[in-house]
């Protein structure tokens, strides 16, 4: 098992509709939660991060986590073209006092006019 | 406020050769982290400086793979010598924050590497 686990897509959504993009962790201590915003080519890009149970929204983006199902969701409403990106999810482990990010694969999403 | 920036953005190399990548990370963070993905998988951790310090170096694959942080301030990454696996895009980032939840790690745009 993967230790953050996406649906690679792509996820093709219409213009104006909401993308839910998804992320699972097996990591139970895990603590922090980010998204990443990737174009082809360009590096990783921080959307927004979330470390409580719950919604947290910025814009037209909102992290939703779920510690208990171990589970964290992005949704973008009103999506636009140029949302079309990878997004990658990455949990943070602590472990021995310092932090790394564990990533996921990414997920490959598509907004059409 | 300049993010972080790598360089080359591009190296091409043959196996058995060296190479070497740049980091410079955001000014006053003394965290800096170094990521490879290679194709078609996640990012993958390699390495974490806070200052001239090497924190946790559990992610490098090899004694090939040597990084250093003089100074506290910018990174390389050699490669020596090069197989084919390395390839990949290397990314660097930095956080101000060593330890916390609050960890808020900026990449930089990476640096694509061939190995042929």
């Known amino acids: 098992q993967k230790e953050v686990e996406q649906n690679s897509g792509p996820l093709s959504v219409p213009e104006g509709a909401i993308a839910s993009l998804n992320c699972t962790y097996s990591?139970?201590?895990?603590?922090?939660f980010f998204w990443y915003r990737q174009y082809s080519g360009k590096s990783p890009e921080l959307i927004m991060f979330?470390?409580?149970?719950g919604d947290k929204e910025d814009g037209r983006f909102t992290a939703q986590l779920n510690k208990a199902s171990q589970y964290v969701s992005l949704l973008i409403r009103d999506s636009q073209p140029s949302d079309s990106a990878t997004y990658l999810c990455a949990v943070n482990l602590f472990s021995g006092g310092y932090n790394k990010l564990i990533f996921g694969a990414g997920t490959r999403l598509a907004v059409h006019p | 406020e300049a993010g972080v920036t790598q360089f080359p953005s591009h190296s091409v190399i043959e196996k058995g050769q060296t190479v070497t990548l740049r980091c410079d990370p955001i000014?006053?963070?003394?965290?800096l982290y170094w990521y490879r993905r290679v194709m078609g998988k996640e990012i993958k951790f390699l390495l974490h400086?806070?200052?001239?310090?090497?924190?946790?170096e559990s992610g490098m694959p090899n004694n090939r793979f040597l990084a250093e942080r003089t100074g506290g301030t910018y990174s390389t990454l050699k490669v020596q010598p090069a197989e084919l696996e390395d390839s990949g895009v290397y990314f660097c980032?930095?956080?101000?924050?060593?330890?916390?939840?609050?960890?808020?790690?900026?990449f930089g745009p990476g640096t694509r590497l061939t190995v042929l």
């Open positions: 979330i470390y409580s149970n």
């Open positions: 400086f806070v200052k001239e310090s090497k924190q946790d």
């Open positions: 990591d139970r201590g895990s603590q922090s």
């Open positions: 000014s006053g963070h003394d965290n």
């Open positions: 980032a930095s956080s101000s924050r060593t330890s916390g939840i609050y960890n808020e790690q900026f």
